[in-house]
T-cell receptor, first 113, second 116 residues
Framework: EAEVAQSPRYKITEKSQAVAFWCDPI?????LYWYRQILGQGPELLVQ????????DSQLPKDRFSAERLKGVDSTLKIQPAELGDSAMYLC???????????FGPGTRLTVT | SQQGEEDPQALSIQEGENATMNCSYK?????LQWYRQNSGRGLVHLIL?????REKHSGRLRVTLDTSKKSSSLLITASRAADTASYFC????????????????FGQGTILTVHP
């Protein structure tokens, strides 16, 4: 069964450092999402791609976060510089199109010290 | 921001019992989805119910949707210890022109514990 791949699974970094997360969606899925999940809460959308275009990045802190999906396939989310408050689980999901069920990867647990 | 509110926040039951979780939301929706998350893992899609549907079944899961009350419920029948997880509802709000943006807004979740 096809799965969404994410790496790394765990990342510990010091504040003010740069960190990057990678996501490979299910083959053929046009829509890709990055979520942030703080412990004890539901996921919150950071950015949504339709193919290589950003559809929604209204909740992305653009002064420090950036995301790209250059060829409309895999995607990278970057934080520079990292802050203590960025400690969270970062989840990637994909769907065949907007309005359909989403398939999530295992997530990257980020700890900023 | 979180649109949905789930109730209860935590639920503890014995194996074999039924578990019911409720979700309320605020805006008009295209569909509502339920997901399960085991501790420290990614989310798994359980069921999607569209705004023109009132009830949907999948195995031991039954989901209802009342758009007039802006609420949904998830029923898990004959629960098992393996059902222990957090359960989230997520809404796909109606966009301009009645279309779907595909942007899901998640609730805070219900933590379900099923004791063997």
């Amino acid at each position: 069964e096809a799965e969404v791949a994410q790496s790394p699974r765990y990342k510990i970094t010091e504040k003010s450092q740069a960190v990057a997360f990678w996501c490979d969606p299910i083959s053929g899925h046009a829509t890709l999402y990055w979520y942030r999940q703080i412990l004890g809460q539901g996921p919150e959308l950071l950015v949504q791609f339709q193919d290589e275009s950003v559809v929604d990045d209204s909740q992305l802190p653009k002064d420090r976060f950036s995301a790209e999906r250059l060829k409309g396939v895999d995607s990278t989310l970057k934080i520079q510089p990292a802050e203590l408050g960025d400690s969270a689980m970062y989840l990637c999901a994909s769907s065949s199109d907007r309005g359909y069920e989403q398939y999530f990867g295992p997530g990257t647990r980020l700890t900023v010290t | 921001s979180q649109q949905g509110e789930e109730d209860p926040q935590a639920l503890s039951i014995q194996e074999g019992e039924n578990a019911t979780m409720n979700c309320s939301y605020k805006t008009s929706i295209n569909n509502l989805q339920w997901y399960r998350q085991n501790s420290g893992r990614g989310l798994v899609h359980l069921i999607l119910i569209r705004s023109n549907e009132r009830e949907k079944h999948s195995g031991r899961l039954r989901v209802t949707l009342d758009t007039s009350k802006k609420s949904s419920s998830l029923l898990i029948t004959a629960s098992r210890a393996a059902d222990t997880a957090s359960y989230f509802c997520a809404t796909d709000a109606v966009g301009s022109g009645g279309t779907s943006y595909g942007k899901l807004t998640f609730g805070q979740g219900t933590i379900l514990t099923v004791h063997p």
